[in-house]
Nanobody, 121 residues
Framework: QVQLVESGGGLVQAGGSLRLSCAAS????????MGWYRQVPGKQREWVAS???????NLADSVKGRFTLSRDNAKNTVYLQMNSLKPEDTAVYYC???????????????WGQGTQVTVSS
């Protein structure tokens, strides 16, 4: 089994910063893409950012220039640094990782439980 545990969410004023972390643990042979989605109640989950094993990043237009993504492969951890936060960034943020549990297995997507980010105006 693979578990993803997120941390770092909370309440912040507009213009502030937060750093989310997501650590993968369990039966892991290799992780390729890791990243973040977010969801507001009543709306579809929205892709935020992804990072490859080689640390190539892609970010949604809505967060470019404000959010940065990084990872530590030795720790199986991905980080989302969120700066210049806006009230519209308020959402539950979900981490995901594409994980192979052994040499012969396919990569499968795993999800964290979500962490709430609230930005007050």
């Amino acid at each position: 089994q693979v578990q993803l545990v997120e941390s770092g969410g909370g309440l912040v004023q507009a213009g502030g910063s937060l750093r989310l972390s997501c650590a993968a643990s369990g039966s892991i042979f290799s992780i390729n893409t890791m990243g973040w989605y977010r969801q507001v109640p009543g709306k579809q989950r929205e892709w935020v950012a992804s990072i490859s094993r080689g640390s190539s990043t892609n970010l949604a237009d809505s967060v470019k220039g404000r959010f940065t993504l990084s990872r530590d492969n030795a720790k199986n951890t991905v980080y989302l640094q969120m700066n210049s936060l806006k009230p519209e960034d308020t959402a539950v943020y979900y981490c995901h990782a594409n994980v192979a549990i052994d040499r012969g297995s396919y990569f499968r997507t795993y999800w964290g439980q979500g962490t709430q980010v609230t930005v007050s105006s």
